[in-house]
């Protein structure tokens, strides 16, 4: 079975600030990991994604996520913190040949002025 | 671009009536998906369909839910009689294909239940 934990349900940063939300997963199988991010009162939009290869990743609005498979972690980053960018983040993980996720709880970003 | 588009944006309905949320996936999708979000708690897997038929579904898909696809672009949830714990941010999703390929949500249908 597979399962994702996010490591605090709300960051708050500062604007400029580095973001880091943290992902940690279990999977019997080589994982495939996601973030998607849900602004207010909208759907999930995918922000990055890992399958295979390169293990940094990087996706839209400069947001980027390592895979690290000793720690199995999937971290996402950003190296300066806007406005915008609060939001509620999640990860999520599928296996090769399933068809459903397994989302996160979901960690809540606030950015403060 | 593409996206999946859902109605209602949101649905209040009275305990025990049935409710029936539509979804258009992306035109040349080929695999259909819902996931509900109860509020605060997190996105929850409910079924997945592919060749007209469920090809994955969770423990919370019960005899109430049914999914189908009447016609060639609608993708529907149908709840029998709700209940009060079926209120939720129900999300419908399609991918090209299975596996690691990425699912495309729509914005949601809000469900509130009486």
């Known amino acids: 079975a597979q399962s994702v934990t996010q490591l605090g349900s709300h960051v708050s940063v500062s604007e400029g600030a580095l973001v880091l939300l943290r992902c940690n997963y279990s999977?019997?199988?080589?994982?495939?990991l996601f973030w998607y991010v849900q602004y207010p009162n909208q759907g999930l939009q995918l922000l990055l994604k890992?399958?295979?290869?390169?293990?940094l990743v990087k996706g839209i609005n400069g947001f980027e996520a390592e895979f690290k498979k000793s720690e199995t972690s999937f971290h996402l980053t950003k190296p300066s913190a806007h406005m915008s960018d609060a939001a509620e983040y999640f990860c999520?993980?599928?296996?090769?040949?399933?068809?459903?996720?397994?989302f996160g709880p979901g960690t809540r970003l606030s950015v403060l002025p | 671009e593409p996206e999946v588009t859902q109605t209602p944006s949101h649905q209040v309905t009275q305990m025990g009536q049935e409710v029936i949320l539509r979804c258009v996936p992306i035109?040349?999708?080929?695999?259909f998906y819902w996931y509900r979000q109860i509020l605060g708690q997190k996105v929850e897997f409910l079924v997945s369909?592919?060749?007209?038929?469920?090809?994955?579904k969770s423990e919370i898909f019960d005899d109430q839910f049914s999914v189908e696809r009447p016609d060639g672009s609608n993708f529907t949830l149908k709840i029998r009689s709700t209940k009060l714990e079926d209120s939720a941010m129900y999300f419908c999703?399609?991918?090209?294909?299975?596996?690691?390929?990425?699912?495309?949500f729509g914005a949601g249908s809000r469900l509130t239940v009486l």
């Open positions: 999703a399609s991918s090209l294909s299975s596996g690691a390929n990425v699912l495309t």
């Open positions: 999520a993980v599928s296996k090769l040949y399933g068809q459903n996720f397994v």
């Open positions: 035109s040349n999708h080929l695999y």
């Open positions: 369909f592919y060749n007209n038929e469920i090809s994955e």
């Open positions: 999977s019997s199988v080589p994982p495939y």
């Open positions: 890992y399958t295979t290869g390169a293990t």
